[in-house]
Each structure stands twice: as C-alpha cells, then as structure tokens.
C-alpha cells in the first residue's frame, strides 16, 4: 500500500513534494508523485498545463495512469522538465492532465490512488493553495484550487500539506500562519532535503530551492526573479491540515465544485472571474520568456565578476536562487550547472554574503 502524492502546482513542485513525502513517511519505497506538467514560459512555449498528447514515450502504470519516464519527451515547441527529473529524483511520477476537465482529472486522480492502495497527500510549495483571492501578491491559484476540487470529487481521504509558508512570494508567512492554527507543523531533516539534491543543480525551481535551503539551515534574505523572500525560522516547517479545510478557504476550488464547469478553458474562466486571474496562462503574461545568449561569451566572466554584478543587482540580499542569477548574467536556465560549477556551489541557493 502506498499514498498517492500530489504536486499541487506543476512546475517545479515534484522536487518540494518529494522532500515533503520524505518526511511524512520514512518507507524505503520511491513515493508515488503525480503532477502537471505546467512549465515556466523559459521551458516551454506552449501555455498551460501540458496534455499527453504533448508527450512521446509515456509508459502505463497501474490503472492506465501515464508514468513519466527518463525515455519521455516533450512534442515541440513544448518543453518540460520532467523527464528529467523522472531519471534525477527517487520516485515514481505519474501525469495530470487537466484536458479533459475537472470530472476527468477528478476520475484519474481518484484511479492513481486507488491502484496505489493509499490515501491522497497533496503538496504545495509556498502556500498559496490557501488563497483568498485576493491577496495582492497572488499569480497562480488556478492549478491549486484544481487540485483541491479535482481531489474532493474523488471522495478518497486527503491531507492538504503546505510546505515554506510565502516561499513563493505569493501569500505572506503571517498571513499564511493565521490561516493555520493549531497545525502541528513537521520539521524536514537534511536527508529529506538532500533527496532532491541531484535535481536541484540543475532545476530552475524556486519555491523547492528555497524549501530546500531552509531545510538545510539557510536564514535571511533572498531574491527571486519576481520577488524577494524572507527565510526564517518557519521556512522549514511542513503544515498539514484537512482536506475540507484548504477547500474553505479557497473560493475558486468551491465555485468549482458547485459549478462542476465541463472543460478546462470553462475552469480557468472561473478562476479568472474570481480571482482577476486567468489560469491558463498567468506565469506567461507575468514573466517574459528569456532567449538564451547566442555568443557564448557569459561563461567567460571571471568568478569574481559574475559575483560582483549578482550583489550589486541583488541590492544588500543575502542569497540569490539560480534561476535569477543566470537571468542577471544574461544565461539560459539550462546554464545552470555550468554557473555552479564557475561559482562553486552546491548549494539550494547561491549564497552572497
């Protein structure tokens, strides 16, 4: 029997969701991860959440449900990372698609936690799952507020889990914590951060990363491509509550339960009526895509220079995640590791002070 986890966001979220089942079970077994495949505009052209028909090379698990192989690839102009990650992280990850619409996604999740004979266990970095609707630093509630509705409908018993509360730089730590009392948070130990590690090199996630460096003791300020985070003493602390609980405070995924819409763009224009937010597309219209250099001159940047540029941009913040400093020198995300290798590091976070 095993628990069928949920990567309530896509992204970069099964990296967080692994270190987060790392710590609710201490089972040999590679977890069971289920996840979108919605990707940052840097990754892929193609807006939303991706469908299987957007992949080649997805195996058959238990059930009919797509399984995310090292061996699958994204259709162009689609991209994802999650073939990769499928070879780099210690689990198993299985593939949402939304396509279909709520009642569908509703229909495999619930047959993905059935085949795995265990409850459901959904993960959000950063806490926005909690959204209100309206708090100012809001981009993203509709693939969460998916999850949660999707989860409910299939009537199996769900723990909502909300990892680094403001991580994300969506809803505040303290606004976060209010929405969270009497929770009893667990503390991730370094082994569980340290299973993400091999992906973290390489991985342009910011919400995991930052999870990942609080875990491992890293304190203070850190800027991210599209805000700045606060890493306290409650940025390691993984909060679990209810599933009916997360789905009362959240106002698209109960709209979408009493409105039960037929197809996704349907969904998405709810959450877009409540919330002022079009699901479909908001990391799009939030961050532009970013071309990668063209004359392979940014490598050649001495450690010290690059280092120097990166403070100076960073305005006085301890720690930059690497996304944003190879967006600060003018690098592809895919540069990554060749970065870390010029700065030395091996670390969640590019540390600057």
Known sequence: MSDLYVAAGGGGDPLGTLIAARTVTVAPDPP?????AWERPEISDTPGP???????????????????????????????????????????????????????LAGRIGAMAEAAGGRIRIVDIGGDILTHGDEPGLCSPFGDALTLAACHLTGIPTTVYVAGP?????????????????????????????????????HPSEASALWAAAVHGARGTVRAVNHTAELTGVS?????????????????????????????????????RLTGIHGLAPEHARTPRQDPPTDGTAFLLDRDVAVKALREAAAGAEHVTFRYATRTLGLAWTDIPALRELLDSDSPLLRLT
């Open 32 to 36: 069971l991860i289920a996840t979108y």
């Open 236 to 272: 390691p602390k993984l909060y679990h509550l209810p599933l009916d609980e997360a789905v009362a405070h959240n106002p698209v995924a109960r709209a979408l339960l009493d409105e039960r819409p037929e197809t996704l763009e349907e969904a998405a224009d709810l959450s877009h």
């Open 50 to 104: 991706l469908a299987e028909r957007h992949f080649t090379g997805l195996a058959r698990g238990a059930g009919g449900a797509p399984v995310l192989t090292p061996g699958t690839r994204a259709r162009r102009p689609a991209g994802s990372t999650l073939p990769r990650l499928a070879a780099d992280l210690p689990a198993h990850l299985l593939l949402l698609d939304p396509a279909g619409g709520l009642t569908a």
């Open 166 to 202: 403001g991580l994300d730089g969506e809803i505040d730590e303290r606004t976060l914590l209010a929405r969270l009392p009497g929770c009893h948070p667990l503390t991730p130990g370094p082994a569980a951060a340290s299973a993400a590690a091999r992906a973290l090199a390489w």
